[in-house]
């Protein structure tokens, strides 16, 4: 089945610093590939996703993109702002599978 | 337009209780799913519903169950709870054919959070 591992929290940067989360993912075949953010006392939402090998998932200012070679789909922003500060999810998904998230990633921007 | 909205938001139970969550969708989504996220970690599938029938179940003990109504809304179920059952209770739905797809875009309620004493 599909599996996710996810970098380590938490992450605390100050505004404007690089942001990079590393995601690689354990699946049979090839899966779609989202990240979600949970912004605190709120549920998840979808921030981009890719569906196949090679494509780019952007949004808000991050990216990820889908590696196949590497199963890893990490996901990047230049410039991160206080209103980033959040739990990022990793989470692949395989035909008819259900969402598989990693375990989260809190990111704290301080300004 | 209203997003996927839950109820309660919070709610506190003893051991042995039993607890009903609910959940309305995104109008004319017609798939619920419910994910149990405890403090800490990602969520964890637990059930997918779509037309009022079962497509997918996670690893959860008989305790969990669930059913979705005509109007596609939800309820999940949890009987003789136990202090492991405290998380943060979220339902997606999507708009999906009803087959678990990783092209289908989950749009999540912020949550139930449930406290078992």
């Known amino acids: 089945g599909n599996s996710v591992t996810q970098m380590e929290g938490p992450v605390t940067l100050s505004e404007e610093a690089f942001l990079t989360i590393n995601c690689t993912y354990t699946?049979?075949?090839?899966?779609?590939l989202f990240w979600y953010v949970q912004y605190p006392g709120e549920g998840l939402q979808l921030l981009l996703k890719a569906t196949k090998a090679d494509d780019k998932g952007s949004n808000k200012g991050f990216e990820a993109t889908y590696r196949k070679e590497t199963t890893s789909f990490h996901l990047e922003k230049g410039s991160v702002q206080v209103s980033d500060s959040a739990v990022y999810f990793c989470a692949p998904s395989l035909g008819n599978t259900p969402l598989v998230f990693g375990k989260g990633t809190r990111l704290s921007v301080i300004a | 337009d209203a997003g996927v909205t839950q109820s309660p938001t919070h709610l506190i139970k003893t051991r042995g209780q039993q607890v009903t969550l609910r959940c309305s969708p995104i109008s004319g989504h017609k798939s619920v799913s419910w994910y149990q996220q405890v403090l800490g970690q990602g969520p964890q599938f637990i059930f997918q519903?779509?037309?009022?029938?079962?497509?997918g179940r996670g690893n959860f003990p008989d305790r969990f169950s669930a059913r979705q109504f005509p109007n596609y809304s939800s309820e999940l179920n949890v009987n003789a709870l136990l202090l492991g059952d405290s998380a943060l209770y979220l339902c997606?739905?999507?708009?999906?054919?009803?087959?678990?797809?990783?092209?289908?875009?989950?749009?999540f309620g912020a949550g139930s959070r449930l406290t078992v004493l």
């Open positions: 699946a049979t075949g090839y899966p779609s």
């Open positions: 997606a739905s999507s708009g999906g054919t009803g087959v678990i797809s990783g092209a289908n875009v989950l749009t």
């Open positions: 519903y779509y037309e009022k029938e079962e497509r």
